[in-house]
Nanobody
Framework: QVQVVESGGGLVQVGGSLRLSCLAS????????MGWFRQPPGKEREFVAAVSWSGGTTYTADSVEGRFTISRDNAKNTVYLQMNNLKPEDTAVYYC???????????????????WGQGTQVTVSS
């Protein structure tokens, strides 16, 4: 059973930065594609960014393109989401997810991920 645990959320001012981490454990997690999703208050969960299990392919949503960067360190079983120039609309609970995938494929829909973390709150204040 794969488990994923997010960390690094918190309160930040507009224009600030945060780095979220997602530690995966159980099974051969290096063969899992990973993704970040978020759920703003009162809204549905939405895709943020994804990385293939090889780390060779990444994809970010248009809403965060140029500000957020996803990366992974398979030696540490950890995926990161570097968030820069944060805006109030980035306020949300951020979830990490893991799913079996091909080496260079990324996945943008939640039903392609089998394992989810509990989420970490990110609040951007103005």
């Amino acid at each position: 059973q794969v488990q994923v645990v997010e960390s690094g959320g918190g309160l930040v001012q507009v224009g600030g930065s945060l780095r979220l981490s997602c530690l995966a454990s159980g099974g051969d997690v290096t063969r899992y594609a990973m993704g970040w999703f978020r759920q703003p208050p009162g809204k549905e969960r939405e895709f943020v960014a994804a990385v293939s299990w090889s780390g060779g392919t990444t994809y970010t949503a248009d809403s965060v393109e140029g500000r957020f960067t996803i990366s992974r360190d398979n030696a540490k079983n950890t995926v990161y989401l570097q968030m820069n120039n944060l805006k109030p609309e980035d306020t949300a609970v951020y979830y990490c997810a893991a799913g079996i995938g091909y080496a260079y494929s990324v996945y943008r829909t939640s039903n392609e991920y089998a394992y989810w973390g509990q989420g970490t709150q990110v609040t951007v204040s103005s």
